[in-house]
């Protein structure tokens, strides 16, 4: 029990849940403000404006301050930080116990303003997924995630969402005992979309985004090899993204047109239909914290296919038990395979991943994430799963 209650945190985050190219990150904190918020907590997020998007506005018990652009968000949430201290700006009526600074490659640098009070909240390592950025900006980001950041907050306490991400970051030489896992929680699924029937046919879906890191052309690739000996083979692709139409055109220059549905960003109801009808989920990403998209297809008896130098996806995913882990594109075409071939394989697996689900809900991760924000007030650091 913390010596003094928790009445005020500020989150921050380069998006919010209904940006366009929002994901599993945002809906993280989301979904742990809105906890916070239903036990008594102020809770603000300061987060980066865009079409249609309320300068403010409370979503589920947030407050929700919007400004900046991709890159302005930072800008902007720096100056609102240090005009709030002295009783200026949109934050000026925020006092935060606590801040959390959602390091997604970039840090907002809320140390600077808040000092001990700030904690990074770090998904994943992003060293994989900078040369997107292009040659210039991905070496200053690399070196702003993997040492200036580091340096930095060498006092702050961490959290992720992974035992992977945080061996990621002790390898960026975060002291491992100020590293929390926190990991992510889970909406239940809507109860009609569990009694839907089953595809006759085989279904493999994907839900993500639709940015190059995600790798969706790996599993469009694995559709052709399989479609000549399973030629009613269907692949559902959940989620959208920049990247939508360049996938849409590697689909049509291996032929698969037919057999592959873009459904772009649907609602939860929508997503959840998806899943049920499905057989096999596969995440091909390069990279993951944790894979939200792994339990959202568990709650279905759906099986996750993934790649193990993912990261997270070792975490959420128990190898051979929950879902498969495959060390390269042959090893996801093969299991893929014997999923879709293996009626009592993926019945197994799928069973077990329903099982495993249902210990995670984001009631358990809030409390988790107030332990360590407690701790923080309280000037303790906190170490391992939570």
Same mark, same amino acid.
């Given at each position: 029990?913390?010596?003094?209650?928790?009445?005020?945190?500020?989150?921050?985050?380069?998006?919010?849940?209904?940006?366009?190219?929002?994901?599993?990150?945002?809906?993280?904190?989301?979904? =742990?403000?809105?906890?916070?918020?239903?036990?008594?907590?102020?809770?603000? $997020?300061?987060?980066?404006?865009?079409?249609?998007?309320?300068?403010?506005?409370?979503?589920?018990?947030?407050?929700?301050?919007?400004?900046?652009?991709?890159?302005?968000?930072?800008?902007?949430?720096?100056?609102?930080?240090?005009?709030?201290?002295?009783?200026?700006?949109?934050?000026?009526?925020?006092?935060?116990?606590?801040? =959390?600074?959602?390091?997604?490659?970039?840090?907002? $640098?809320?140390?600077?303003?808040?000092?001990?009070?700030?904690?990074?909240?770090?998904?994943?390592?992003?060293?994989?997924?900078?040369?997107?950025?292009?040659?210039?900006?991905?070496? =200053?980001?690399?070196? &702003?995630?993997?040492?200036?950041?580091?340096?930095?907050?060498?006092?702050?306490?961490?959290?992720?969402?992974?035992?992977?991400?945080?061996?990621?970051?002790?390898? $960026?030489?975060?002291?491992?005992?100020?590293?929390?896992?926190?990991?992510?929680?889970?909406?239940?699924?809507?109860?009609?979309?569990?009694?839907?029937?089953?595809?006759?046919?085989?279904?493999?879906? &994907?839900?993500?985004?639709?940015?190059?890191?995600?790798?969706?052309?790996?599993?469009?690739?694995?559709?052709?090899?399989?479609?000549?000996?399973?030629?009613?083979?269907?692949?559902?692709?959940?989620?959208?993204?920049?990247?939508?139409?360049?996938?849409?055109?590697?689909?049509?220059?291996?032929?698969?047109?037919?057999?592959?549905?873009?459904?772009? /960003?649907?609602?939860?109801?929508?997503?959840?239909?998806?899943?049920?009808?499905?057989?096999?989920?596969?995440?091909?990403?390069?990279?993951?914290?944790?894979?939200?998209?792994?339990?959202?297809?568990?709650?279905?008896?759906?099986?996750?296919?993934?790649?193990?130098?993912?990261?997270?996806?070792?975490?959420?995913?128990?190898?051979?038990?929950?879902?498969?882990?495959?060390?390269?594109?042959?090893?996801?075409?093969?299991?893929?395979?014997?999923?879709?071939?293996? /009626?009592?394989?993926?019945?197994? $697996?799928?069973?077990?991943?329903?099982?495993?689900?249902?210990?995670?809900?984001?009631?358990?991760?809030?409390?988790?994430?107030?332990?360590?924000?407690?701790?923080?007030?309280?000037?303790?650091?906190?170490?391992?799963?939570?």
């Amino acid at each position: 029990m913390s010596d003094r209650p928790l009445k005020s945190v500020l989150l921050l985050c380069w998006r919010d849940t209904g940006h366009p190219q929002g994901g599993g990150s945002e809906a993280y904190l989301q979904r =742990i403000g809105s906890q916070l918020a239903a036990d008594g907590v102020k809770v603000t $997020l300061r987060t980066a404006r865009y079409p249609g998007a309320a300068r403010r506005e409370v979503l589920d018990g947030v407050t929700v301050s919007r400004g900046g652009g991709r890159y302005g968000v930072y800008v902007r949430a720096g100056l609102a930080m240090v005009a709030s201290r002295v009783g200026l700006g949109p934050l000026r009526r925020v006092k935060p116990d606590v801040v =959390i600074d959602s390091q997604n490659g970039i840090p907002f $640098l809320a140390r600077l303003a808040f000092g001990r009070r700030s904690v990074v909240l770090v998904h994943h390592c992003h060293r994989e997924q900078w040369p997107v950025a292009g040659p210039l900006m991905s070496r =200053i980001g690399w070196f &702003v995630e993997s040492t200036l950041s580091p340096r930095l907050h060498r006092g702050n306490q961490y959290v992720t969402v992974s035992l992977p991400s945080a061996r990621d970051l002790a390898d $960026l030489g975060v002291d491992p005992h100020r590293v929390a896992v926190v990991r992510n929680g889970l909406d239940e699924a809507p109860a009609e979309t569990l009694t839907l029937p089953r595809s006759t046919t085989p279904r493999v879906a &994907v839900l993500s985004r639709l940015v190059p890191h995600k790798q969706i052309e790996d599993v469009l690739d694995a559709v052709a090899e399989l479609l000549p000996r399973t030629p009613d083979l269907h692949l559902d692709v959940v989620g959208g993204g920049w990247w939508g139409d360049r996938l849409v055109e590697h689909a049509a220059r291996l032929g698969i047109t037919d057999a592959v549905t873009f459904h772009g /960003h649907v609602d939860d109801h929508a997503k959840h239909e998806v899943l049920q009808r499905c057989w096999v989920h596969v995440l091909p990403s390069r990279k993951e914290g944790w894979g939200l998209a792994v339990t959202e297809a568990a709650q279905h008896a759906v099986p996750t296919i993934g790649y193990r130098s993912s990261g997270g996806l070792t975490d959420s995913i128990v190898d051979g038990v929950t879902g498969l882990l495959v060390d390269d594109h042959a090893g996801l075409v093969s299991r893929l395979d014997r999923l879709l071939t293996d /009626h009592v394989l993926r019945e197994q $697996l799928g069973v077990k991943a329903q099982l495993r689900s249902g210990e995670f809900s984001w009631t358990q991760s809030a409390d988790a994430m107030r332990v360590v924000l407690e701790s923080v007030v309280d000037g303790r650091l906190v170490g391992g799963v939570v």
